[in-house]
């Protein structure tokens, strides 16, 4: 959409809106086209795309006909959208009510529903107001979806378009083409599962993407209507959970203390081919799973630390990933550039339809808040100023066609501060997106697996509200389902919390899985966090003499020291909570990512990237401790690969190479 349309989309909107009786075709094609079709076909094709256009941003276009007297008296068509049809009804929220739906809302925070969210968010407080409310402490939960693929899996499904990727069958253990109409998508045992019509087999089928070998094509031209009712929460419900069988698996000696810790008794479950022992300087061990590809994935990580004895399954499962690897390391590097030096998240392109949708939401925002500072409104909507005052040129020029100056929008920002004061019916929040229904209540069911929430009623109440608020879109929200994000054992996290509180400070054993140690730690808590059902705090570390991340599930001991907080440190930054914060004297690191991967430069905050044709694109990530990154590159398989410094990319593919090795017999 070029600046031309978006404007003339915008002139359109508020023509019809504000047009009681509606306006006729010659009407708008004088007032609104004038010199922008040549013909009446042109101008018919144009209007029909934009009343598209305007139905996606939450206006439906009503058709009024006036019959005629007679045969030779034709009829009248009229065209207008009515003021309350496409409006977001009030919702007034208390402050726990907001507490709550602030925290449903940063669950996406680098996900593709993210900015839906925000949005969400924004059409709430011109509604309603935000009250000025605190998050509670040690209730930071995060939703870390299932890469790239889940991205696209989630645009295809509410456009209703059908979608084509490669899959690994489980039933043949090939790699199979799939062309699949996207129902639904939600987590369940752990893991991402899309549900969905199989086109090539005219079935209802369930996919895991961890199982997926290539990224997600959305079919744009091929159109779906999913089943009424569609609930993908009930549909993963149905699903049996995978048996727990037994991995048995070489270790070399003195390694790999996280995977020792989940072996069990190493000649259970185990036939006679896999009866001999382990060679010198390797111990064999029996570790319990349920899916062979997530196993695979983390014993792929290991290099040649780790070889898989049986089943047949999950050393192919290994073997695949390291090959790919390897396959990915040999390629050619793509020729690539960055743009600009400075911070680089990866975001989808802005573009025009993204300027109109912000401008619909600027408009009511400023009705509600009078003369906030221009920083301040930029700043709200994620804008530079600059940006901000492109949207305000535009929309002071908008208004009914051929109008008075009383008919135009009347904006003005005179000293720093943005008044309204003509907002020409654009004053109300437009109605909820499908993306922005989603965004919250999926937000707020996942929410409902932590207790501190669960038990109160600001939850349900919030749930009915929003629910009621968003009408049709709220029910589509059926389709998108979390994971469950309370914590499986709460013991420590109860120990964590109450430190947090009273300021104290902390001694605990912990497990490195990058380093393979244990060290002892005294730490101050700062505040608690969850990725899916992965919880984790932050604290200053005083051995480390910094701020650290701690999994709860790699805490061998933890016992208060008696002894109060003494660092003065405060959590770093604001919400969500990084995994880790790269430092300036850190190694900088170029990593090459698949469009399957693509993902990673958000996960581990790149400072760079550069797109490449494929899909894919070269980052520049700072790493402190950059010895595990062969780990990484034989954990993603094919995925990601590094490019500079060339040391750290030798020792990737020698790592590779030497767990392949270990196969060759």
């Known amino acids: 959409m070029s600046a031309q349309r978006t404007e003339r989309l915008l002139n359109l909107l508020i023509a019809l809106l504000n047009s009681r009786y509606g306006l006729r075709r010659s009407e708008l094609r004088e007032k609104i086209y004038a010199g922008g079709a040549a013909s009446d076909a042109a101008f018919g094709r144009m209007f029909e795309r934009d009343k598209n256009d305007l139905r996606d941003f939450g206006f439906d276009v009503e058709t009024v006909t006036d019959l005629g007297w007679s045969s030779d008296d034709p009829g009248t068509t009229r065209y207008r959208i009515g003021k309350e049809s496409n409006r977001l009804p009030d919702v007034e929220l208390t402050p726990d009510e907001w507490a709550v739906l602030l925290l449903a809302s940063q669950l996406w925070e680098q996900a593709a529903l993210g900015t839906a969210a925000g949005n969400a968010l924004r059409k709430l407080q011109a509604a309603g107001g935000l009250a000025d409310v605190e998050l509670p402490a040690g209730v930071q939960p995060r939703i870390k979806p299932a890469g790239q693929a889940f991205e696209d899996l989630v645009a295809a499904m509410h456009a209703q378009h059908a979608v084509r990727f490669l899959y690994l069958a489980g039933s043949t253990g090939r790699e199979e083409e799939r062309v699949v109409e996207p129902w639904g998508l939600g987590s369940r045992f752990g893991q991402w599962y899309l549900v969905g019509f199989d086109r090539g087999r005219g079935a209802k089928r369930f996919y895991r993407l961890s199982r ?308 002892e730690r005294d730490v101050d808590p700062l505040r608690l966090y969850s990725m899916d059902n992965t919880w984790y705090f932050e604290a200053y570390c005083h051995s480390a003499a910094g701020l650290r991340n701690f999994r709860l599930d790699r805490i061998e001991d933890l016992t208060p020291t008696g002894k109060p907080v003494s660092s003065g440190m405060k959590p770093d930054g604001g919400f969500p909570a990084k995994l880790f914060t790269p430092n300036d004297d850190d190694t900088l690191v170029t990593v090459q990512l698949t469009a399957r991967g693509a993902g990673l430069a958000d996960d581990y905050y790149a400072e760079r990237t550069a797109p490449l044709p494929d899909g894919g694109l070269v980052a520049e990530i700072r790493f402190g401790n950059t010895a595990w990154l062969p780990m990484f590159v034989a954990q993603h398989g094919g995925t990601a690969r590094i490019l500079e410094p060339e040391a750290l990319a030798r020792a990737s593919r020698d790592w590779i190479g030497a767990a392949l090795a270990q196969y060759k017999d």
């Open 212 to 519: 997926f070998t290539s990224a997600v094509t959305i079919l744009e031209r091929e159109a779906f209507t999913p089943p009424a009712g569609f609930n993908v929460r009930a549909e993963l419900n149905s699903l049996p959970e995978l048996p727990v069988r037994a991995a048995v698996v070489d270790v070399r000696s003195g390694k790999l203390l996280g995977l020792r810790k989940r072996a069990a008794d190493p000649t259970a479950d185990r036939d006679a081919s896999q009866d001999k022992e382990a060679d010198a300087g390797w111990d064999r061990l029996s570790v319990p799973y349920r899916d062979a590809e997530v196993l695979g994935e983390e014993l792929a990580s290991y290099g040649p630390n780790v070889r898989v004895v049986g089943p047949p399954e999950l050393s192919a499962a290994v073997q695949r990933r390291l090959a790919n690897a390897a396959a990915f390391i040999d390629t050619p590097v793509p020729p690539y550039s960055f743009a600009h030096a400075g911070s680089a998240k990866r975001t989808r392109k802005r573009t025009s339809e993204d300027q109109l949708k912000r401008m619909l939401q600027l408009v009511p925002f400023l009705v509600r808040n009078q003369g906030l500072p221009i920083e301040e409104v930029a700043d709200r909507f994620g804008v530079t100023r600059q940006e901000l005052e492109s949207d305000l040129l535009i929309l002071i020029c908008s208004g009914l066609p051929q109008g008075y100056p009383d008919e135009l929008l009347d904006i003005q920002w005179e000293e720093g501060h943005v008044f309204i004061s003509q907002s020409m019916e654009l004053n109300r929040p437009v109605r909820f997106t499908v993306d922005e229904a989603c965004a919250l209540l999926t937000g707020l069911e996942t929410l409902n697996g932590l207790p501190e929430l669960a038990e109160g009623s600001a939850l349900e109440s919030v749930t009915l509200k929003l629910m009621a608020a968003a009408g049709e879109e709220g029910l589509r929200a059926a389709a998108l389902s979390g994971p469950e994000v309370g914590p499986g054992n709460s013991a420590n996290l109860e120990v964590i919390r109450d430190a947090i509180e009273s300021g104290s400070q902390l001694h605990l054993v912990y497990l490195s899985a990058q380093k393979d140690t244990l060290s």
